[in-house]
T-cell receptor, first 116, second 115 residues
Framework: AQKITQTQPGMFVQEKEAVTLDCTYDTSDPSYGLFWYKQPSSGEMIFLIYQGSYDQQNATEGRYSLNFQKARKSANLVISASQLGDSAMYFCAMILAGQGAQKLVFGQGTRLTINP | DAGVTQSPTHLIKTRGQQVTLRCSPKSGHDTVSWYQQALGQGPQFIFQYYEEEERQRGNFPDRFSGHQFPNYSSELNVNALLLGDSALYLC????FGTGAYNEQFFGPGTRLTVL
């Protein structure tokens, strides 16, 4: 069965510092995708970044990068030069590629607070 | 281009009542998934609809049912509400395809409170 584990319930970071949010996953399927979503207090899930299991390079999207270590089954999110607007809940999620109905399996989330 | 919309934004019901939540997918999307997010938890998959049929279901009782209309919009119905059904209900839409994954776009959610 698929499982996502986020071990950091909360993180506090000073503005402009880099922050790493941890995510480990468990699946026996060789083909999968890993996502990070940001959820502000408004509730909407905002897509940040995606990494496919066969991608050779780590994904990057602006200030976001994904540190993908396949052998360790980890997919940590790195936010460079944090901003006050980055304060939110962050969720790591996994999807099994190619399945007929693709459901996302989410972790418990990490609440990130950026201090001025 | 309108994104995923959900209605209502907030809803208060009492135990035993029934509720219907609505979702309109992003333009060009034909697949709708529903998730339940309890306070302090990650979203949990309820079910997914494509071509007006339920394609996969998560670990939710039959009190949770859904429907998809020919215009791809969807409804989530919950009967015999329990206090534990209080949650944020998220709708996500995607375009069914043969790629490695179908990116899901989320709506703002409906916050249901059961008293």
């Amino acid at each position: 069965a698929q499982k996502i584990t986020q071990t950091q319930p909360g993180m506090f970071v000073q503005e402009k510092e880099a922050v790493t949010l941890d995510c480990t996953y468990d699946t026996s399927d060789p083909s999968y995708g890993l996502f990070w979503y940001k959820q502000p207090s408004s509730g909407e899930m905002i897509f940040l970044i995606y990494q496919g299991s066969y991608d050779q390079q780590n994904a990057t999207e602006g200030r976001y990068s994904l540190n993908f270590q396949k052998a360790r089954k980890s997919a940590n999110l790195v936010i460079s030069a944090s901003q006050l607007g980055d304060s939110a809940m962050y969720f790591c999620a996994m999807i099994l590629a190619g399945q007929g109905a693709q459901k996302l399996v989410f972790g418990q989330g990490t609440r990130l607070t950026i201090n001025p | 281009d309108a994104g995923v919309t959900q209605s209502p934004t907030h809803l208060i019901k009492t135990r035993g009542q029934q509720v219907t939540l609505r979702c309109s997918p992003k333009s060009g999307h034909d697949t709708v998934s529903w998730y339940q997010q309890a306070l302090g938890q990650g979203p949990q998959f309820i079910f997914q609809y494509y071509e007006e049929e339920e394609r996969q279901r998560g670990n939710f009782p039959d009190r949770f049912s859904g429907h998809q209309f020919p215009n791809y919009s969807s409804e989530l119905n919950v009967n015999a509400l329990l206090l534990g059904d209080s949650a944020l209900y998220l709708c996500a839409s995607s375009a069914f395809g043969t790629g490695a994954y179908n990116e899901q776009f989320f709506g703002p959610g409906t916050r249901l409170t059961v008293l």
